[in-house]
């Protein structure tokens, strides 16, 4: 079985610039989660998407958003990128069932200058 | 809000050596998770607990639920050099699933 697959691994933007990263989570995995990881803040929770609706948010600005489309593959979108997004963005999916634990991608490195 | 307490920031030990990480909460969790995260990866799971009191194995990793449900440790017996990563626990609680992260201890390993 495939694990979640993120692409691009790796993106350079600059700053005022948007961003569009993409998540397919495990086969039959309905929930979709959003992280972003940076040394001094560790995982912080961005939002969570099941059956294309979003379910939870965290405390980011209104430039941070996503979607998620009916094969259960989402995107996450940054607007106006500032320096202080630069981290990894790490995408989760589960079977929301319960306590299904999060499974993870590998997450992509975004460095925006 | 939920927190989840994990201390130290990193821990030191020698190739050999078990050691104990602990997860401690002020709440109450459902279930607890324990994952590592190897350097350019996302974090994978290691143990997953469901049941107050429950002690699980993965190979060397012992995971067990606080009784209390507000903690929750994890071991790692006669460890090695690919033991190497950043280890966070996590919970689960409420109806809506929602989970929270530990800000993880980072393990190194002298050979």
């Known amino acids: 079985k495939a694990g979640v697959t993120q692409t691009p691994r790796y993106l350079i933007k600059t700053r005022g610039q948007q961003v569009t990263l993409s998540c397919s989570p495990i086969?039959?995995?309905?929930?979709v989660s959003w992280y972003q990881q940076t040394p001094g803040q560790g995982l912080q929770f961005l939002f969570e998407y099941f059956s294309e609706t979003q379910r939870n948010k965290g405390n980011f600005p209104g430039r941070f958003s996503g979607r998620q489309f009916s094969n259960s593959r989402s995107e996450m979108n940054v607007s106006t990128l500032e320096l202080g997004d630069s981290a990894l963005y790490l995408c989760?999916?589960?079977?929301?069932?319960?306590?299904?634990?999060?499974?993870f991608g590998n997450g992509t490195r975004l460095t925006v200058t | 809000g939920q927190q989840l307490n994990q201390s130290p920031q990193s821990m030191f030990i020698q190739e050999g050596e078990d050691v104990s990480m602990n997860c401690t909460s002020s709440s109450i969790f459902n279930t607890w998770l324990w994952y590592k995260q190897d350097p350019g990866e996302g974090p994978v799971l290691l143990i997953a607990l469901y049941k107050a009191g429950e002690l699980t194995s993965n190979g060397r990793l012992t995971a067990q639920f606080g009784i209390t449900r507000k903690d929750s440790f994890l071991n790692i017996s006669a460890s090695i050099p690919s033991d190497v990563g950043i280890y966070f626990c996590?919970?689960?609680?409420?109806?809506?699933?929602?989970?929270?992260f530990g800000k993880g201890i980072t393990l190194s390993v002298r050979p």
């Open positions: 989760a999916s589960s079977q929301r069932t319960g306590n299904s634990p999060l499974h």
């Open positions: 996590a919970g689960i609680t409420g109806a809506n699933s929602k989970l929270t």
């Open positions: 086969s039959g995995h309905r929930s």
